[in-house]
């Protein structure tokens, strides 16, 4: 047995079937629309799922964006969107899923370059430093923002007979590849740089007197000698290369390779 309890509106319409069966199928087709409707309603706030599928995998998800879209103006322009329950990036052995930066997307391309490949120092002449330059740029559009590490293959160095210019130590023997120090004296000798920033603040820790210097590091170790953790084009910094010899010095042609390597964070 089944219990139905019908609204008074419907029941005065089953009580007036017999007198006017017009009057109770229009009443009753009233009744029974709204309640449609509201049926119609209930189901559609509670019902928030997507769905996504091919010939190979079907997806049923209830929240993948509950708002997203574009703002603009003043002339800048805002993308968005707002709902992911597990963000992060996740990954397996053919897939990778970026779930909640939608702004991770690539507005700037990241790239890298160097000024000047090759620099040339002259001819040394013992207790005269002499100092050299090269910029680097980095343009950047992740959202894990990106470094740049330093590393040298060896000492400046005569190839034919392996005599080198070592690294400086500066003035007090305390700087590194790691760490910094002054290096002012003409009676300190080596070879060693600085990061000086162009535009922007990614130049690393060490640097914020002039007269600071550090070593490069030996390959295979690097050092980071440029980073950021924003979006931003042109991001410039200078590197200035530094050497200065004793009387003592050999006479020869000294060269190294400094390797730079650029790497975004995703």
């Known amino acids: 047995m089944k219990l139905m309890i019908l609204p008074k509106r419907l029941k005065s319409c089953v009580k007036k079937r017999k007198r ?53 103006g003043g002339g800048k322009t805002l993308t968005m969107t707002s709902g992911q329950n597990a963000i992060g990036l996740y990954t397996g052995s053919n897939y990778k899923v970026k779930a909640g930066f939608q702004y991770i997307y690539s507005i700037i391309p990241f790239s890298f370059s160097i000024s000047s490949t090759s620099i040339n120092f002259g001819v040394l002449n013992p207790g005269e430093p002499i100092t050299r330059t090269n910029n680097l740029t980095v343009s950047n559009g992740t959202a894990g923002g990106y470094q740049v590490t330093a590393s040298e293959d060896h000492p400046l160095r005569v190839l034919s007979t392996g005599v080198d210019i070592p690294n400086t130590t500066c003035d007090g023997g305390t700087c590194t590849d790691s760490v910094s120090a002054a290096w002012t004296s003409p009676l300190t000798y080596g070879f060693g740089y600085r990061c000086d920033n162009v535009t922007g603040t990614d130049c690393a820790s060490g640097f914020s007197d002039s007269t600071y210097y550090k070593q490069f590091s030996a390959s295979p170790s690097a050092q980071i000698v440029m980073s950021g953790t924003n979006v931003g084009r042109s991001q410039e910094t200078q590197i200035t290369y530094k050497v200065n010899i004793s009387a003592t010095q050999p006479a020869g042609s000294y060269q190294n390779v400094i390797m730079y390597i650029a790497t975004p964070t995703i």
Do not use: H, P
Not at 29 to 51: E, K, M, P, R, Y
């Open 20 to 72: 006017n069966k017009m009057k109770f199928v229009n009443c009753c087709s009233f009744a029974a629309l709204i309640s449609f409707g509201l049926f119609i309603l209930t189901f559609t706030l509670d019902s928030q799922a997507q769905v996504m599928v091919n010939d190979k995998y079907r997806i049923e998800y209830g929240n993948f964006n509950s708002i997203a879209g574009k703002s603009t």
